[in-house]
């Protein structure tokens, strides 16, 4: 068995951290590969000094990583010795792997949100808008450009945000009253503000200029078909939602931590449907 007498200890750091649905996850990773492992939420409270005492802790304890949520992406950054180019690139992170040369940043939401897209189609299109200009919102362009889409627009309420991450990542500036308008050139449109999640009012968007061969992608999973999605799907579009970024961008730290080959499946998704609606959050 993996791991022998000694299980490795991975987890995730956020406030509040209860409802991530990554230890599930990699709980069932570790079980299908039969490897002695643990993955541990761990509250750490919002400010960077409990942060930085939160993953001393566990370093001291000898965890082999952490993926960071949720107010940390940043601080995970500032606390690391070593970054890669995603995460630099991104200014946040959402792994920490602890090594004998000290902590190492990086940014699986990247390659996380590619992969969800490449499984829809392996040519995702030349043209994207972007919705939102937080931090998700820099993830989500970085992984396009690294999907090789050429033009991305991007549209946010507050224009000076989307004008900031346009001239970061070369895209183009959308008004946010223009987005409707920006959907006909569109191959891909990703949602990356909080309209549409659970509590918040759904994004309002017509969809009729929209390409039926349009990707249509939604970061949140809490509706996991959020009223973009199902309008989309309605119309024949086909969708990416937030359950395949999440589980994506999950096994890029399995295989750094536990090791093993983790599969992004159906019965993985079904599982985590499952807790959802036993959540009440579906
Ligand atoms: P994240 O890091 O997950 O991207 P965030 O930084 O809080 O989260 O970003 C939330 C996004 O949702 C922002 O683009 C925000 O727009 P503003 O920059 O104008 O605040 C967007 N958003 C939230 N509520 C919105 C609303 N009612 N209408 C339009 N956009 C909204």
Do not use: C
């Amino acid at each position: 068995m993996a791991g022998g007498h000694h299980p490795i200890l991975a987890g995730i750091a956020g406030w509040p951290v209860a409802h991530s649905l990554s230890p599930l996850i990699h709980a069932t990773w570790a079980k299908r590969a039969g490897i002695n492992g643990y993955y541990i939420p761990v509250a750490v409270p919002p400010s960077y000094e409990e942060f930085a005492r939160g993953m001393d802790a566990v370093r001291t304890l000898g965890f082999a990583g952490v993926n960071v949520t949720i107010p940390h992406k940043e601080h995970a950054l500032r606390y690391a010795d070593a970054a890669s180019d995603a995460a630099a690139r991104a200014g946040a992170a959402n792994m920490l792997t602890f090594g004998a040369e000290g902590a190492f940043a990086d940014n699986s939401d990247i390659a996380g949100f590619a992969a969800a897209v490449r499984e829809k189609s392996s040519v995702p299109g030349a043209s994207a808008l972007i919705l939102g200009a937080g931090g998700a919102a820099r993830a989500v362009a970085l992984a396009l450009q690294n999907l090789g889409v050429a033009r991305i627009d991007i549209a946010n309420r507050t224009r000076e945000k989307a004008g900031a991450l346009a001239k970061a990542f070369g895209l183009s500036l959308v008004g946010w009253s223009d987005r409707s308008e920006a959907l006909a050139g569109a191959d891909l449109v990703v949602n990356t503000t909080s309209l549409g999640m659970s509590g918040e009012p759904p994004l309002h968007i017509d969809l009729s200029l929209m390409r039926t061969s349009a990707i249509v992608a939604d970061i949140v999973y809490s509706p996991l078909e959020t009223p973009l999605l199902k309008a989309a799907a309605a119309r024949g579009n086909r969708t990416v939602d937030g359950l395949s970024m999440l589980m994506h961008q999950a096994g890029f730290a399995f295989r750094q931590w536990f090791g093993g080959e983790p599969a992004v499946d159906d019965e993985l998704r079904a599982m985590l449907v499952d807790e959802l609606k036993r959540r009440g959050r579906m």
